[in-house]
């Protein structure tokens, strides 16, 4: 243990040692922090625009399955297999969406969105509920008829087919994407 007169030497002896010592000068330097990039606002507006568009409502397609107002849709070179599979529920249904309510650009906007999300997100079965159109002009189906044609030219769709009865029925529509 240390008394009192050998921590005076100690000191003694350190003042003696750094006497000639000048003191450095402070070296910080000031960073202003980093200014955050831009929102690219026209960026994004376009990109969407860009996905509403690649949905048409003109869009004829040279073939499809359809059955009465039964929805189906096999893409060339996938197996009859994977339709009836569809219609039975073989697939878990990872994610929907429900376009109730919608006039047709808003639900076109919609779809494109919920599609491209789901393809970045690897999911591959999912329900759109379109509804009956017993609210509509007519009571007609419109969001029906335009979904089938929209989801047509969606390259990430391998099938689509009329939801089961305790899945929507014909209400919604059951829909298989690229993996």
């Not at 070179?77 to 919608?102: F, N, T, Y």
């Amino acid at each position: 243990m240390m008394d009192a007169d050998d921590k005076d030497d100690e000191i003694e002896l350190f003042l003696e040692a750094v006497k000639g010592a000048r003191p450095l000068k402070p070296s910080r330097l000031h960073h202003p922090p980093p200014t955050p990039k831009p929102i690219p606002r026209q960026f994004i507006r376009d990109e969407r625009q860009a996905l509403a568009d690649s949905l048409s409502d003109h869009y004829i397609p040279a073939h499809e399955l359809e059955s009465g107002e039964e929805l189906l849709y096999l893409r060339d070179g996938h197996s009859p297999d994977i339709l009836s599979k569809l219609r039975r529920g073989h697939w878990v249904v990872q994610a929907a969406i429900d376009l109730h309510g919608m006039v047709s650009d808003e639900a076109r906007l919609y779809v494109a969105e919920f599609l491209h999300h789901c393809k970045k997100r690897g999911i591959r079965c999912v329900r759109i509920i379109h509804g009956k159109g017993l609210s509509s002009h007519n009571r007609e189906p419109v969001l029906k008829h335009k979904l089938r044609n929209w989801l047509m030219q969606k390259d990430e769709v391998i099938a689509y087919a009329q939801a089961r009865q305790q899945d929507g029925g014909s209400g919604a529509v059951i829909v298989l994407l690229k993996a």
